[in-house]
C-alpha cells in the first residue's frame, strides 16, 4: 500500500489516548500462559505482534480469549502442552527470543519460525546463553527457525555484551525452569517491564541495579490494564515538536523509566513537552503528556541513553531534522538488527527528502535545521517504525511524499492514521 503524506500548515491540535504498549502486552499473555488459573489482560494490543504472541501460547494448549473488544482472558494449568504444528512468530522478534527461554526448559520439541524479515535477525544472542544452561537449540546458521529440543536447565551467571531486554528475558525466563540460580548482568539498564511483571506475579527474582536473578517459580496468574505505549507516542511527540502551530495532550502513556529516553532525549533539544498527570498500576508508571511545537537544537544522544529509546531513534532522526545545529547519535549500532537496518534505511530515505543527514558506523550525524522538500516516493522496507516515521516528515515536508509500503505500520499500530487524523480535523 502507498500512502501519501501532505505538509500539515494548521497544526496539531486537541488530544488522543495513545493505544496499548506493546511490550507490556507480550510479556502479559506470555507469562500469564505460566501461570496456573485465570488471568485478566485488559486493553490488550491488537498490533501483529503482540497477536502472535497469543497465537504462539493458544498453540501450546493454553485458552485465551477475548470476552470483549478489548479483555483477553486466559485460562492455564501453569503447563504448556507440545504443539502439533511450527510455532510462527510472524514479525515478532519479542514473541521468538522470548519463547524460545521458555521452550527450551519444556519436556517436549518444538520449531519456532517467522516471516522473512524475522527470519534475517540475529538469534545467537539468545543461543550461545541458552545453550551454556544446557539447552539444545539448531538454527540456520543463528537464525530462525529455532529447533529447540526441550531438556533440563541449569542455572547461569552471564554477563551481557549488549544492553537487550528480549536477551534479558529470555534468559530470565529459562531461569523459571532452570536448577540453581539464574543471573543476569548488561552493561546498561534496558527496559525492565519482565522485571517488574515476573515479580508482581511471585516469581523468586532478586533486583540489584545491572544485575538481575531467577530461581525456579511458579507464578501466580495476573490482572493488569496495560498502559499506553510510548513507542507509539513518540511520533506523536515528534509531530507536534516539529509541526507549528501544535499543541496536543497525549493520554494513558506508559512512564516507565527504562523507556522515557525519548522524552529526555527531546528535552535535551529543547522541548516544551511535560507530564501533567501521572499514576502506578500493576508497577508500571503512566499519565498524560502535554506537547507543544518547539524552537528545537541539536544534542548528542549516546551511551546509557541509548536503551531506553532504541526504537525512537528512527523518529528522533526525523525531529533532528528541524533542530537548529548538530544532533548525533552514536553507541546504536544494534539499530543495523532490527526489522530493517534502521541506520542505513533513515539516513537513506531522509536524504531523499532533502535531510542533510550521514551514516557512520553506530549511528547517523544530522545538521539542521533543514527545509525538507519531498516530492518523491521512499521505502520502509518492511519496516513499522521506519514507515511512521517517514509519515512525519512527510508532515513538514514543502511537497507530498509517497511511502511505499505503508501497511507494514499495522505491526504495531493498526491505529496510526485514525488517531492522527482526530488532531489535524480542526
Keep these: 500500500m502507498q500512502k501519501t503524506v501532505y505538509k500539515n500548515l494548521k497544526g496539531l491540535k486537541g488530544s488522543v489516548t495513545i493505544p496499548s504498549d506493546k511490550s507490556i502486552s507480550h510479556r502479559a499473555v506470555i507469562f500469564s500462559s505460566l501461570a496456573k488459573g ?6 490488550f494490543s491488537k498490533g501483529a505482534d503482540p497477536l502472535s504472541s497469543l497465537d504462539v501460547v493458544k498453540s501450546l494448549g493454553v485458552d485465551a480469549e477475548f470476552n470483549d473488544e478489548n479483555t483477553l482472558i486466559i485460562n492455564s494449568s501453569g503447563r504448556l502442552e507440545k504443539p502439533d504444528k511450527i ?18 526448559g519444556q519436556n517436549f520439541n518444538s520449531v519456532l519460525t517467522g ?32 529447533e529447540i529440543e526441550g531438556s533440563g536447565l541449569l542455572g547461569i551467571d552471564y554477563t551481557s555484551k549488549l544492553a537487550s531486554a528480549q536477551v534479558k528475558s529470555c534468559l530470565l525466563l529459562a531461569g523459571l525452569f532452570a536448577d540453581g540460580l539464574t543471573r543476569f548482568e548488561e552493561p546498561y539498564l534496558s527496559r525492565n517491564h519482565t522485571e517488574i511483571m515476573l515479580k ?6 532478586e533486583i540489584s541495579g545491572l544485575k538481575v536473578s531467577i530461581k525456579r517459580s511458579q507464578l501466580k496468574p495476573l490482572k493488569i490494564d496495560v498502559c499506553g505505549d510510548i513507542s507509539s507516542a513518540a511520533f506523536f511527540i515528534a509531530a507536534a515538536l516539529i509541526v507549528p502551530k501544535s499543541d496536543i495532550i497525549l493520554k494513558n502513556v506508559g512512564l516507565n523509566p527504562t523507556r522515557t529516553g525519548i522524552i529526555d532525549a527531546v528535552k535535551l533539544m529543547g522541548a516544551d513537552i511535560e507530564v501533567i498527570d501521572s499514576y502506578v498500576h500493576s508497577g508500571e508508571i503512566a499519565g498524560d503528556i502535554r506537547v507543544k511545537y518547539s524552537k528545537l537544537k541539536g544534542c548528542v544522544i549516546e551511551k546509557a541513553l541509548i536503551p531506553r529509546l532504541i526504537d525512537e531513534l528512527p ?17 546504536a549500532e544494534d539499530l543495523r538488527n532490527k526489522e530493517s537496518d534502521r541506520i542505513k534505511s533513515i539516513v537513506c530515505e531522509l536524504s531523499k527528502v532533502g535531510a542533510d543527514i550521514k551514516e557512520t558506523p553506530d549511528g547517523f550525524k544530522i545538521s539542521g535545521k ?12 518492511h519496516d513499522h517504525r521506519l514507515a511512521m516515521s517517514l509519515y512525519v516528515a512527510g508532515l513538514v515536508c514543502e511537497n507530498p511524499v509517497s511511502i511505499n509500503g505503508f501497511e507494514w505500520a499495522d505491526i504495531s499500530f493498526p491505529e496510526f492514521e485514525r488517531l492522527f487524523a482526530q488532531l489535524t480535523q480542526n
Excluded: F, W
Design 38 to 43: 485465570t488471568s485478566t489482560i485488559k486493553n
Design 87 to 104: 510455532l510462527d512468530c510472524g514479525n515478532s522478534g519479542t514473541t521468538m527470543r522470548m519463547m524460545a527461554g521458555i521452550l527450551a
Design 115 to 146: 516471516d522473512a524479515s524475522l527470519s534475517k535477525r540475529p538469534m545467537k544472542r539468545i543461543i550461545e546463553p541458552l545453550s551454556l544452561m544446557g539447552a539444545n537449540i539448531n538454527s540456520e546458521e543463528g537464525h530462525a527457525p529455532l
Design 200 to 205: 508482581h506475579m511471585g516469581a523468586d527474582i
Design 315 to 331: 523518529v528522533i532522526a526525523v525531529i533532528a531534522t528541524q533542530a537548529e545545529g548538530e544532533t548525533i547519535v552514536k553507541n
Design 370 to 381: 533543514t527545509k525538507l522538500n519531498g516530492g518523491t516516493q521512499v521505502e520502509c522496507y
